[in-house]
């Protein structure tokens, strides 16, 4: 039983539509959007620094590569846990909040906490 279980939630992810942040698409003037070989993955390049390229499935996950080469990973991570910190990604919050708990349940202090 736990084997399908585990088939059906696995075909369940792989349904899921992509997430995509709402507001700006990447510009034409910041960056060239190519297709890959496949057919959900973009390749973006820079056009400030065409050594930059960046595969992505979506325009979340190139946001939060280029805040990973820009700040630090605890300002990253922040970012998720203060919706004042970076506005563009706070509806994301729910999609980590169960770690945040695991973390907490484990003894972890958050910024996000009152006793912090």
């Known amino acids: 039983m736990g084997f399908i279980q585990s088939v059906a939630r696995r075909r369940t992810r792989l349904r899921r ?14 960056w060239t959007i190519d297709d890959t070989r496949w057919p959900r ?9 065409p050594t930059m390229v960046v595969k992505s499935v979506n325009s979340l996950e190139l ?3 280029l805040f990973a080469t ?5 300002d990253y991570l922040e ?3 203060d919706p004042d910190a970076n506005p563009v990604l706070s509806p ?8 945040l ?4 349940d484990a003894g972890v202090k958050l910024p996000s ?4």
């Open 17 to 30: 539509r992509p997430i995509v942040i709402p507001g700006e698409a990447p510009s034409p003037q910041q």
């Open 41 to 49: 993955v973009k390749r973006y390049t820079s056009a400030a620094d």
């Open 63 to 65: 946001c939060q590569t």
């Open 70 to 74: 820009q700040f630090p990973l605890e």
């Open 79 to 81: 970012s998720f846990m």
């Open 92 to 99: 994301y919050l729910s999609s980590v909040e169960p770690h």
């Open 101 to 104: 708990e695991c973390l907490r």
């Open 113 to 116: 906490d009152v006793e912090y």
